[in-house]
């Protein structure tokens, strides 16, 4: 367990337990535990046969999450998101609520030897598995097109490309390795204006994170079997934290939402298509007053919720 620090303060959690309208007797699964805030606060409400299944595919957070949730009805489960159908159908179980919080932890942010952040000289890792592909591997083996490409499609950068020439000549007299090294190259590929208005480095770090980590396919994969692991009644409630994972979920939304699709002059429907679902509340939430002063890292959180027919 983490000492002298919370792992991850949950977010916007009185608004989640709320979207997922939590049935002591309900069966819910929690498929990015982390340090177990928002697993905790489901579980602690279930009796009665009530069951949460705690996914995450970070082993430093099952250890976490399963140490908080130790003696309530609560099982963990190692393994990224996108099987969480698997999860439910080996158990023969559909589910009551999903809630999927998107992005990176507190605790990966601020553990130096992760490499998530580059406010801290550690290892260029970003694995959230701690498996496979690090960032140093992509940074150093990638052509300066497809590191341009992640870096403007996943950070939506202006300055991909001087960023990507950058870093082909820096790796040409040696690896890069760090973040560390990693943020002075992005800081010398910038305007020097960029560099005083603010830290240049947050979009290209995270466009990197995911990219190493596969998330925006991930994601899509994740939401289409998490509709399907729904009993009818049941919701499926999303955090997101940055505009092309709260583009890919309003989308998802909005068909699963999406009724007759025939053109407006048909005297009758003969699509036959009926709403699978409908949205718990149009626009998505976003944290209170009192929660973004108390934790800065809610602020560009977006909660959005779809209730399945």
């Given at each position: ?20 309208a939590v049935k ?133 950068e202006k300055y ?150």
């Amino acid at each position: 367990m983490i000492d002298n620090k919370v792992y991850h303060v949950p977010v916007m959690l009185a608004e989640v337990l709320s979207d997922l309208a939590v049935k002591p007797d309900g069966i819910y699964l929690d498929g990015t535990a982390g340090g177990g805030g928002h697993s905790f606060a489901i579980a602690e409400q279930l009796t009665n046969g009530g069951r949460l299944f705690a996914m995450d595919q970070d082993p430093d957070a099952i250890a976490e999450a399963g140490a908080r949730l130790k003696g309530l009805p609560a099982e963990m489960v190692h393994a990224n998101f996108t099987e969480l159908g698997n999860v439910l159908a080996a158990h023969n179980m559909k589910a009551d609520g999903i809630l999927l919080d998107l992005g990176v932890s507190s605790h990966e942010l601020d553990e130096g030897a992760r490499g998530f952040s580059y406010h801290q000289d550690a290892p260029l890792d970003m694995r959230m598995s701690q498996t496979g592909r690090t960032a140093a591997d992509l940074v150093n083996t990638l052509s300066e097109q497809e590191l341009s490409e992640i870096i403007f499609r996943y950070g939506e950068e202006k300055y991909a490309r001087q960023i990507a020439a950058q870093i082909i000549a820096a790796r040409a007299d040696k690896p890069v390795m760090t973040t560390t090294e990693l943020a002075d190259i992005i800081k010398k590929a910038v305007p020097a204006k960029v560099r005083r208005e603010k830290n240049p480095c947050k979009k290209t770090f995270q466009a990197i994170r995911i990219a190493v980590n596969d998330e925006l396919n991930c994601l899509t994969v994740a939401l289409d079997a998490a509709f399907d692991a729904l009993k009818p009644g049941g919701r499926l409630v999303i955090l997101t934290f940055h505009s092309l994972e709260d583009r890919i979920v309003k989308q998802a939304f909005a068909k699963r939402c999406t009724g007759c699709t025939c053109p407006p002059e048909f005297p009758v429907c003969v699509c036959g298509r009926k709403p699978e679902g409908r949205l718990v509340h149009r626009k998505p939430l976003t944290a209170s007053a009192g929660e973004l002063e108390q934790n800065p890292r809610s602020r560009s959180a977006k909660l959005r919720a779809i209730e399945k027919l």
